[in-house]
């Protein structure tokens, strides 16, 4: 409904200066649950890991399915993040970030941003 309603997206890849990169995945992502946001800029793949993990987190909380279920949905981050990957491509940075960092994930560093795009994106009040 929100992708309906809206056409200016300010997450759009093509509309943001991004690093890809994979020789320090893990600094990445422990950086985006203990930096600030202004600190961590547009870091692939680790963003699509963050993103990915706290919208199925949520989605689990609030509509009562399996985590698990919902990092394998291959439409979960709306098709429009080309690094995303499903737990299952992935389990073991996937289960890194889990044992790491627990969950549900601290709300630190990034995450309290990634909530505010999930509320607009899934719990939009009409």
């Given at each position: 409904?929100?992708?309906?309603?809206?056409?200016?997206?300010?997450?759009?890849?093509?509309?943001?200066?991004?690093?890809?990169?994979?020789?320090?995945?893990?600094?990445?992502?422990?950086?985006?649950?203990?930096?600030?946001?202004?600190?961590?800029?547009?870091?692939?793949?680790?963003?699509?890991?963050?993103?990915?993990?706290?919208?199925?987190?949520?989605?689990?909380?609030?509509?009562s399915?399996?985590?698990?279920?919902l990092?394998?949905?291959?439409?979960?981050?709306?098709?429009?993040?080309?690094y995303?990957?499903?737990?299952?491509?992935?389990?073991?940075?996937?289960?890194?970030i889990i044992?790491?960092?627990?969950?549900?994930?601290?709300?630190?560093?990034?995450?309290?941003h990634?909530?505010?795009?999930?509320?607009?994106?899934?719990l939009?009040?009409?």
């Amino acid at each position: 409904m929100y992708h309906k309603l809206n056409t200016d997206y300010s997450d759009d890849l093509g509309k943001v200066d991004i690093i890809y990169r994979t020789d320090q995945l893990d600094k990445d992502i422990s950086d985006y649950i203990t930096l600030p946001p202004e600190e961590m800029g547009w870091v692939y793949p680790a963003k699509s890991y963050i993103v990915a993990l706290c919208y199925a987190q949520w989605l689990s909380e609030d509509f009562s399915e399996d985590l698990y279920d919902l990092l394998n949905y291959k439409s979960l981050l709306y098709n429009n993040d080309p690094y995303y990957k499903t737990f299952d491509q992935d389990q073991e940075t996937y289960k890194k970030i889990i044992d790491t960092f627990g969950l549900p994930l601290p709300n630190t560093g990034v995450i309290p941003h990634i909530r505010e795009y999930y509320l607009k994106e899934f719990l939009i009040k009409i």
